[in-house]
């Protein structure tokens, strides 16, 4: 039964037709060859790419929930959930195709991108059938171990490990750790409204900052589709009052994370200082990596995972929003909480691509501490609310 306290889904979706259309007839706009040779000779192919992308993005949402209600891919309110009528999780989609346009579009298309592309659009599509019919763990991680071998098959590998066969299996390994763990991070942060699309959008602005800094003209396209991108779906997926009014889905969160991850691989973050270079991706995405270690940690010492499988199986409120969230007792601040400190340590990285190396190292040390304080606070503040 629909609670009559709130307005109904149709009742605040009546601006989707009209946003519908804007945003569709911006993207035709552009799309149309004379405009997008003005940008280019204008040197203005960032600010296309911004736009096209957030153009698709915002205009397509409003098919999608539609096309959500129609299909039956909606997440069913519970007891657990902060929504109070069926929601459509199919966003993703419309996220991923105007991330996807704006690089065609661009002809953004070099042998390492379309590995990228490929692999992200299955796991796309394995995300979209497990929000259908809920596919076993071990389906997902086969898909995401997979695509992450296309990317490193195409040569886009870390090297922290000197060369050598030795340093090149870890190389490897470590490059199919960082993706396969960035996209599950990424996917468990989607519990909240807005959460995992403002991360995103937060991540690949510290990312395109880097890219053009550093000269890297297409890794600073790619992050810019995917900024235009997330903006383009955000104001649907999150309301300040309101539960939004669509969600990403595995489908959308996997992509994210996946994409992001890969163009981290790709990225040439410093030349000067290994240390540099090493913990610029690990700041920018450290709020990923600090809850993917905490909840690891946790539910190995408190023995409630004692398998990998039981570890890829286990489904649990105990992340970094959820913890927040009961220690400030909002949905919203915890989100705002994670936006903040997700900021910090992006310009920490900032200040840290120009530090020698004893900068560097106080810079991360920094930084772990900053996680710390959040660790002991959150533990503080839950315990006196229990």
Same mark, same amino acid.
């Given at each position: ?8 889904? $149709? ?9 519908? %259309?804007?945003?569709?007839? /911006? ?7 004379? &405009? ?37 891919? &909606? ?16 966003g993703g989609l419309a996220l991923y195709l105007g991330f996807v346009v704006a690089v065609v579009a661009n002809s953004i298309l070099v042998d390492w991108m379309i ?31 997979? *695509?992450?071998?296309? &990317?490193?098959?195409? *040569?886009?590998?870390?090297?922290? =490990? ?17 993706? @396969? /763990? ?21 991540? $690949?602005? =510290?990312?395109?900052? @880097?890219? =053009? ?7 600073g396209w790619l992050a810019l589709a995917m900024i235009g991108a997330g903006i383009g779906f955000f104001p649907y997926n999150f309301s300040v009052r309101r539960p /939004?009014?669509? =969600? ?50 946790? !539910? @190995?010492?408190?023995?409630? %995972? ?8 286990? @489904? /649990? ?22 936006? %903040? ?7 920490? $990285?900032?200040?840290?691509r120009h530090a020698d190396t004893a900068d560097a190292v106080m810079l991360l040390a920094q930084a772990v501490l900053i996680l710390l304080m959040i660790t002991i606070?959150? !533990? ?7």
């Amino acid at each position: 039964m629909t609670d009559t306290r709130h307005p109904t889904a $149709a009742g605040r979706a009546r601006w989707l037709t009209p946003a519908a %259309v804007v945003g569709l007839a /911006g993207a035709t706009l552009l799309l149309a060859t004379p &405009v997008r040779d003005l940008f280019v000779s204008e040197g203005l192919r960032w600010l296309y790419i911004l736009m096209l992308s957030f153009a698709v993005s915002f205009g397509l949402t409003p098919i999608m929930f539609r096309l959500g209600h129609r299909l039956g891919l &909606v997440d069913q309110p519970g007891e657990r959930k902060i929504h109070w009528e069926p929601t459509p999780r199919i966003g993703g989609l419309a996220l991923y195709l105007g991330f996807v346009v704006a690089v065609v579009a661009n002809s953004i298309l070099v042998d390492w991108m379309i590995a990228i592309l490929v692999s992200g659009s299955l796991l796309l599509v394995v995300g979209l059938l497990d929000d259908k019919w809920e596919l076993p763990a071990w389906v997902k991680l086969s898909a995401q171990v997979g *695509g992450a071998g296309l &990317v490193i098959y195409s *040569g886009k590998v870390l090297t922290l =490990f000197p060369s050598g066969l030795p340093g090149d299996v870890a190389n490897i390994l470590l490059t199919l750790l960082w993706i @396969v /763990g960035i996209t599950n991070a990424f996917n468990f942060f989607d519990g909240m409204d807005g959460l995992a699309t403002g991360l995103a959008i937060l991540i $690949a602005c =510290f990312m395109g900052l @880097v890219a =053009f800094d550093t000269n890297q003209p297409y890794l600073g396209w790619l992050a810019l589709a995917m900024i235009g991108a997330g903006i383009g779906f955000f104001p649907y997926n999150f309301s300040v009052r309101r539960p /939004g009014l669509i =969600f990403l889905g595995d489908g959308g969160s996997t992509f994210l994370g996946f994409t992001l991850a890969c163009l981290a691989v790709k990225g040439n973050w410093a030349d000067h200082n290994p240390i540099v270079s090493f913990s610029n991706p690990l700041l920018i995405f450290g709020v990923l990596i600090y809850d993917m270690i905490h909840i690891t940690v946790e !539910r @190995v010492l408190t023995k409630k %995972v004692r398998t990998v499988k039981e570890w890829i199986d286990f @489904v /649990g409120q105990d992340h970094l929003h959820h913890r927040l969230e009961r220690a400030l007792g909002s949905r919203q601040a915890s989100v705002g909480m994670i936006f %903040v400190l997700t900021i910090c340590l992006g310009l920490a $990285a900032m200040v840290l691509r120009h530090a020698d190396t004893a900068d560097a190292v106080m810079l991360l040390a920094q930084a772990v501490l900053i996680l710390l304080m959040i660790t002991i606070l959150e !533990r503080g503040r839950g315990s006196l609310r229990e």
